[in-house]
């Protein structure tokens, strides 16, 4: 395309506002102004066109005078288009006609107080109850009126009624003049720019058909024809959309001049460009389900200062601060669940031991009677038709007879069960018992909203009436520990006892040397309380803590250092196993077994052994001492407080799965937008 180039050495101002330039462009609108609407301007709209020209002149060099002259002409051109059209308009629409007469009429613009009891009275007008149908039958009756009388009177309440329905339809007519008459000039004004419009199109396209390529010989230095084309791309007034274009950068033509760039219709082909592939993020956030298994071991609360709970009964709190565990009087899981959507129980394992001792006498038929007592009678958890467990905090969807069901988290059944050794522990124990919630949703929504977080669970498991399952405690108070004698005529211990009897099944020697090693080879565990045959049995499994003497014995020269030793071993971490129960007579002696109750308040365990992988079967003293059952006379009543044991083989495992609601990144991943 011809690109004028102006002359070296001459000012753009000079040029910008010489006459030359001015009547050029002067020219260029008149003349595309007269050919677009068939007309030719009169004196005051070719005044009018001259002081927009000179304005837009004016304002064009104040704000882009360093530019070139092609490029103020172009703008100048633009602005007083856009402004000249607009007063052309605004012309023709008061010259036609005036719509501001037609709207305000009396009905439509009155006084606040007037138009108010029009209003009031149009809503509370009653409306006239059509008349009864008038009724032809015959009147046999001499007294009445005549039916010709009523027929007459029928038609006279017909046209009295079509007479009001034609003043009403008139009233509405005139309340909506006003209506119609601004719905008369809006399409007025339409159909005048649409018209406007076409044809400032079609003028457009002939000049651009008879335009000539302008020859080097004319003098272009003063003023440059700017491209019309322009006109196209920038919109007039608010006329019709599809002659307006965008501008060249949002065609995605960033490098190319403004004044040749083709227009819309020119460019069908949309450009491509990387903003049109982008994705938006959606609107809605997305979640996963996450599910964690919360497992909850009774034996890991704090059993040894808190003594008013017990493997039935318990509370678990969750997220304690920075408190771990031994430092809370209750179970304590460290992690803190949040966003629950749901909790559910999946299995609960328990010990099938005895829930309850029964004493049963019989005699012969000797004379006098030989009376025998019995308590071996095993009554479990598998003599109870189901167990219920109650979460305070968690109460289920579950519905019964009763207020325990209703307040129950879940209902269990028997599953499965295990015993380590039948030939050992089966006359005492069951072994564990896995109770599950057969067929039984056993399980705590919170839809819609999840629960923000869970601070603890209180668990009771309970009986089908409503009493909790055993009341009994798995820990014990110890009052001291002995060691045994190695003969009947060596005097007892003098804690708590005097003499433990020859036959007794706890006179268990050293095999090796029980004179010159006078070491015991079991030791005797003394509960303040007695305790059930049925909580403590031979093959169990007990854990001790806080066993330890005081400073005086413990910073003893002699036995000092045998005392720490022996404590250590007491309170350690794997346990010991029972071998073992009896309980004290009347005469301070240890008898084997329990009493006609069923109760013991004595526990066996085994001495510390060498190691037995070398072959040796001799008893590791304590501290290198070669007479510790002298020091445990010695010291056995210096014991510190508080000192307890558990047996782990009456504990209580739970198992819920927690479900939580969790922020899914996955779908907030943008994608690559390289193109």
Known sequence: MYRPVQQQGTSVKTVFFGDKNFNTLQTV????????????????????????????????????????????NKEVLSASAKDFSLYLQRRELTKNTSSVKTVMNDNLFQET??????????????????????????????DGPPAADLFERAKKQRELEALRSAQQNVEMLKADAGVQGRVIADSMFRTQQDSQNRNSELALVQRQQNMSRPTPQQDLSLAVMPDRRDLLIAPIGSFDTMTISPPPRELGQANSNPTIVNPSFASPNKSDLPQNYLQREDSLVSYRET?????????????????????????VNFDPAANGQGFN??????????????????????????????????????????????????????????ITIRIAELENNNYGTDNFLDRSFGVLQYDAQWLSDTTYQAASTR???????????????????????LQ????????????????????????????????????????PFTVI????????????????????????????????????????????????????????????????DFSNWINRQEGHIVLGIGYTNTNSTIADDVNTSGYADVIVIQARYQDPTTGSTFINPFGNKSNFSAIL??????LQSPRRLINLNRQLNLVFRVITREMDSLPQIRPDNNY
């Open 633 to 638: 006379n010695s010291f056995g009543i210096a």
């Open 329 to 386: 009087p209750t179970l304590s899981a460290q992690q803190k669940f949040k966003n629950i959507v749901r909790i559910e129980l999946v299995k609960c394992i328990m010990a099938g031991e005895g829930l309850d001792v029964s004493i049963r006498k019989t005699t012969d038929n000797a004379s006098p009677p030989v009376y025998t007592t019995t308590t071996d009678y095993q009554d479990n958890i598998l003599n109870l038709p189901y």
């Open 113 to 142: 107080s007037q138009r108010f009891e029009q209003l009031s009275q149009e809503r509370h007008e009653v409306k006239v109850l059509p008349p009864p149908p008038p009724d032809f039958r015959i009147d046999f009756k001499e």
């Open 291 to 315: 599910e964690n298994n919360l497992f909850i071991y009774s034996a890991d609360r704090d059993w040894l200062r808190n003594n008013k709970e017990n493997r039935y009964s318990f509370t």
């Open 431 to 453: 072994g564990f018992l896995a109770m599950i919630p057969k067929f039984l949703k056993c399980q705590k929504e919170f839809y819609p909203t999840p629960l923000s977080t």
């Open 29 to 72: 609108l008149a003349q595309d102004f007269q050919e677009r609407n068939n007309i030719s301007l009169n004196d005051q709209q070719q005044d009018r066109l001259l002081k927009t020209l000179q304005h837009y002149i004016n304002q064009v060099y104040q704000v882009q005078g360093d530019k070139p002259i092609q490029t103020l």
């Open 501 to 564: 009897p020859t036959n007794s099944a706890f006179n268990v020697f050293n095999p090796a040397s029980p004179i010159a090693q006078p070491n015991p080879g079991n030791f005797f565990i003394v509960t303040n309380k007695y305790f059930s045959r049925f909580d403590v049995c031979k093959g169990d499994r007990i854990q001790m803590n806080g066993y330890t003497y005081n400073d005086d014995a413990l910073n003893d020269a002699t036995y000092g250092d045998a005392l720490r």
């Open 456 to 495: 603890k669970m209180t668990i009771d498991i309970r009986r089908p009436n409503g009493e909790l399952l055993s009341n009994s405690s798995d820990t014990y108070d110890i009052a001291g520990i002995i060691g045994a004698q190695d003969s009947a005529a060596t005097p007892g211990p003098t804690f």
